[in-house]
């Protein structure tokens, strides 16, 4: 559909949820910070998650205490079409947050990321598709859909590198181009949740998400690395980095990403089978460890662990930022949280709250 980015219309003028909303990966990461936010704004939230990430249950207990429970829990997984169909009705809307997470995780069993993101996905779309109150999917997908990115013209310098061409970074009309396991299996996903927008009606955006960081992260080497730099300068732990350390991420706070989840849904009449990049943009850019070493450092008060570098991974990117253009013209949004802020809330809820 085409939407005119300067219509009034599309500008959100309320904070709204729908009555009723399926979280599903309700226990990750994204999927908690987006239930505390759902809440605490009156909607009737249902948390569906397998469980099988380590952590993820603790994650959504802790979740639980500090709203008192106000939350209704299901224990099921995507790949399985009864489970989706049981936990999608009576729902008004759907974040679909679940799957596989990792690149390398997917180059070890493709197999299982092909289930866990592709199959899962469109078994939370067809559900959707099934159901009488046709419910709104808002899917999260990813910046790896635009694979590795090597025909941009890059610059290198001194602790960082620089996109020659696209100052304000990769927008939504650069060609998808799958560049390992988890973004063939993403995009599939993604395929799936837009054309059963324009093939059946069902009211769905696509999140291409950037670096997204904050509360709850429970990151490992192989994914939230952000987290991980946290842990490790925390606790002294080694540190390994993939790359020469000047790869560059834009950063941006899960609290700035469900804002932008409110405001598809706000208005999703006008946006139903629409994309946005969402990520910090070219102003919450930097290389993961040479520009962002003494942000970090500052907010840890104490200096990082050194690092050993190794070898670049299968589709990473030496450089990614998401141009936010759309999200700030259509939506009327842009980050609020800056860098040094949300460090320094990360590592404040590690010091409580580490596991």
Same mark, same amino acid.
């Given at each position: 559909?085409?939407?005119?980015?300067?219509?009034?219309? =599309?500008?959100?003028?309320?904070?709204?949820?729908?009555?009723?909303?399926?979280?599903?990966?309700?226990?990750?990461?994204?999927?908690?910070?987006?239930?505390?936010?759902?809440?605490?704004? @009156?909607?009737?939230?249902?948390?569906? &998650?397998?469980?099988?990430?380590?952590?993820?249950?603790?994650? %959504?207990? =802790?979740?639980?205490?500090? =709203?008192?429970?106000?939350?209704?829990?299901?224990?099921?997984?995507?790949?399985?079409?009864?489970?989706?169909?049981?936990?999608?009705?009576?729902?008004?809307?759907?974040?679909?947050?679940?799957?596989?997470?990792?690149?390398?995780?997917? %180059? &070890?069993?493709?197999?299982?990321?092909?289930?866990?993101?592709?199959?899962? $996905?469109?078994?939370?779309?067809?559900?959707?598709?099934?159901?009488?109150?046709?419910?709104?999917?808002?899917?999260? +997908?990813?910046?790896?859909?635009?694979? +590795? %990115?090597?025909?941009?013209?890059?610059?290198? #310098?001194?602790?960082?590198?620089?996109?020659?061409?696209?100052?304000?970074?990769?927008?939504?009309?650069?060609?998808?181009?799958?560049?390992?396991?988890?973004?063939?299996?993403?995009?599939?996903?993604?395929?799936?949740?837009?054309?059963?927008?324009?093939?059946?009606?069902?009211? $769905?955006?696509?999140?291409?998400?950037?670096?997204?960081?904050?509360?709850?992260?429970?990151?490992?080497?192989?994914?939230?690395?952000?987290?991980?730099?946290?842990?490790? @300068?925390? +606790?002294?732990?080694?540190?390994?980095?993939?790359?020469?350390?000047?790869?560059?991420?834009?950063?941006?706070?899960?609290?700035?990403?469900?804002?932008?989840?409110?405001?598809?849904?706000?208005?999703?009449?006008?946006?139903?089978?629409?994309?946005?990049?969402?990520?910090?943009?070219? &102003?919450?850019?930097?290389?993961?460890?040479?520009?962002?070493?003494? $942000?970090? #450092?500052?907010?840890?008060?104490?200096?990082?662990?050194?690092? $050993?570098?190794?070898?670049?991974?299968?589709?990473?990117?030496?450089?990614?930022?998401?141009?936010?253009?759309?999200?700030?013209?259509? =939506?009327?949004?842009?980050?609020?949280?800056?860098?040094?802020?949300?460090?320094?809330?990360?590592?404040?809820?590690?010091?409580? &709250?580490?596991?």
């Amino acid at each position: 559909m085409s939407v005119d980015p300067h219509s009034a219309a =599309l500008v959100p003028t309320a904070r709204r949820w729908p009555g009723r909303v399926l979280v599903t990966g309700g226990a990750g990461f994204i999927g908690t910070n987006a239930i505390r936010h759902l809440v605490h704004d @009156g909607a009737e939230v249902t948390a569906f &998650d397998s469980f099988r990430r380590p952590g993820s249950e603790r994650n %959504l207990e =802790l979740l639980q205490l500090e =709203l008192e429970s106000q939350v209704r829990v299901v224990v099921g997984d995507v790949r399985d079409p009864d489970a989706v169909d049981r936990a999608m009705a009576n729902v008004d809307a759907v974040l679909h947050l679940a799957g596989q997470t990792a690149v390398t995780a997917s %180059l &070890d069993d493709p197999r299982g990321d092909m289930f866990d993101n592709a199959v899962g $996905t469109f078994n939370v779309v067809d559900a959707a598709r099934r159901s009488p109150k046709q419910p709104i999917v808002v899917y999260a +997908s990813t910046n790896k859909v635009y694979g +590795s %990115l090597d025909d941009l013209a890059v610059a290198e #310098e001194v602790d960082r590198y620089r996109l020659i061409d696209l100052p304000h970074g990769v927008p939504e009309s650069r060609p998808l181009d799958f560049a390992s396991p988890y973004a063939c299996s993403k995009g599939a996903g993604e395929i799936y949740v837009r054309d059963f927008a324009r093939t059946y009606g069902v009211p $769905t955006v696509v999140i291409r998400q950037s670096c997204i960081y904050g509360e709850r992260q429970l990151g490992v080497e192989d994914q939230g690395w952000l987290a991980w730099f946290v842990r490790s @300068g925390l +606790s002294g732990q080694p540190l390994s980095i993939f790359g020469d350390g000047k790869q560059v991420r834009d950063l941006l706070h899960v609290d700035d990403l469900i804002d932008v989840y409110h405001r598809v849904i706000d208005r999703i009449d006008h946006l139903s089978g629409e994309v946005f990049n969402v990520g910090g943009g070219a &102003d919450r850019s930097m290389s993961i460890w040479w520009q962002l070493r003494p $942000t970090l #450092e500052s907010a840890l008060g104490t200096a990082m662990p050194e690092p $050993t570098f190794g070898p670049w991974r299968v589709g990473d990117q030496k450089i990614f930022i998401a141009d936010i253009t759309k999200a700030r013209e259509v =939506l009327g949004w842009t980050p609020r949280i800056s860098t040094t802020d949300g460090l320094n809330r990360l590592v404040d809820w590690f010091r409580v &709250d580490e596991r």
